[in-house]
């Protein structure tokens, strides 16, 4: 896919609002910067982060203006309320830090990052490079790519693990509301058997 995760062909539908659900499937860097946020809130406030924040900033919504953006500005901007985190200032560094990785090892092309990925080791080690994506996070981002995008790079069943299978237990599953209540409810099961969810 020539820009990665930009295409009408994208099936991800998280948040109950449709232009904030727009935005991550047309924008690779807001699609980045959701799946970052997608700690310790529920998953649909993780995925209208960046149309909130995009709302704030105006022109200024961008790979280039952000990774440039003053520490304290773009804080701020996550801190207005509705704060877009739990942890608004925490995040609002690793969003800037986020701008400035994909400044700098992509020339601010967030689809960069999976266009010509020939590999799913090469995607994961990618992502897994990125500021605030640990190994679960990054493997869920494979997932997200593979089945709400169509971005199947060679062997990326394997480095998303039980992501790549079809039991609705990640972001990567949502294609809608009632994907959402599915998730939802077998995570809550999974938690009450003492489970994670990659078990």
């Known amino acids: 896919m020539a ?3 930009g295409s009408e062909q994208g ?3 998280v948040t109950g609002d449709p232009a904030a659900d727009q935005l991550v499937l047309d924008d690779p860097f807001s699609l980045l910067l959701a799946m970052m946020l997608d700690q310790q809130i529920p998953m649909e406030w993780a995925f209208k982060g960046p149309a909130r ?10 790979v280039t203006a952000i990774a440039a953006m003053e520490p304290d500005e773009l804080e701020a901007a996550f801190k207005e309320k509705p704060a877009i985190h739990r942890f608004p ?3 609002a560094r690793r969003c800037g ?3 400035r990785h994909v400044v700098e090892h992509y020339d601010a092309d967030a689809g960069a990052i999976w266009a010509d990925v020939r590999s799913g080791k090469a995607l994961f080690d990618r992502l897994r490079a990125l ?3 640990g190994d679960e996070k990054a493997k869920i981002f494979v997932a997200i790519l593979a089945k709400r995008f169509g971005v ?3 062997g990326w069943k394997a480095v998303a693990g039980p992501f790549a299978d079809q039991h609705p237990r990640s972001v ?3 294609d809608g509301p009632d994907a959402l209540a599915e998730v939802r409810v077998w995570k809550k099961n999974q938690k009450a058997a003492g489970k994670s969810k990659q078990d």
């Not at 924040?53 to 200024?60: F, P, V, W």
């Open 3 to 5: 820009s990665g995760a």
């Open 89 to 91: 200032g925490s995040m």
């Open 131 to 133: 500021p605030g994506y």
């Open 172 to 174: 990567a599953d949502i």
């Open 11 to 13: 099936t991800l539908a």
């Open 97 to 99: 830090e986020l701008a």
């Open 53 to 62: 924040l995009a709302e704030r900033l105006g022109d200024r919504y961008s």
């Open 152 to 154: 199947v790079p060679r």
